[in-house]
């Protein structure tokens, strides 16, 4: 009895975990995508200033 409830508590924590795990996962994701379109920006009016010189 008592290994069917912990194994029940351990599916239920690891579900926990993977939903966990999405978030992060998808959190970093953006932060990345942010991050590339910072450096598009960056790149960009790099190009501009260093054209008008």
Do not use: F, P
């Amino acid at each position: 009895m008592a290994a069917i409830i912990t194994r029940k508590l351990l599916n239920l924590l690891g579900n926990q975990l993977a939903i966990y795990g999405n978030r992060i996962s998808s959190k970093l994701t953006y932060l990345e995508a942010l991050s590339t379109n910072q450096d598009r920006k960056y790149v960009r009016n790099l190009a501009v200033m260093t054209s008008a010189i």
